[in-house]
């Protein structure tokens, strides 16, 4: 099960942490943030994988977001996604997401210029 939280409004140039609570056996798995628009493809922003490498996806948010993965315990785990120096484009829903195909419930994330 994936929770997502920590969305909000902010301005540009201001920054947000996305929360997503893994619980269950994720530990073998990625996890992974995407983003949707109102009428877009849901796109891959970032994901790290079990062993902890990340891969970016999206080019614009090279230098300004990154990933984190912190192990609780053997079934729980938070994948946190720290938004830096935010710009309008980067309003979107935003997801998280694992390898077995599971999918957290959106999180609005607003920017506002």
């Known amino acids: 099960q994936l929770q997502a939280s920590g969305g909000g409004l902010v301005q540009a140039g201001g920054s947000l942490r996305l929360s997503c609570a893994a619980s269950g056996f994720t530990s073998s798995y990625g996890i992974g943030w995407f983003r949707q628009v109102p009428g877009g493809l849901r796109e891959g922003v970032l994901c790290v994988s079990s062993a902890g490498v990340t891969t970016t996806y999206v080019d614009s948010v090279k230098g300004r977001f990154t990933i984190s993965r912190d192990k609780k315990d053997n079934t729980k785990e938070s994948v946190d996604l720290q938004m830096n120096s935010l710009q309008p484009e980067d309003t979107a829903v935003y997801y998280c997401?694992?390898?077995?195909?599971?999918w957290g419930q959106g999180t609005q994330v607003t920017v506002s210029s």
């Open positions: 997401h694992d390898d077995a195909n599971y």
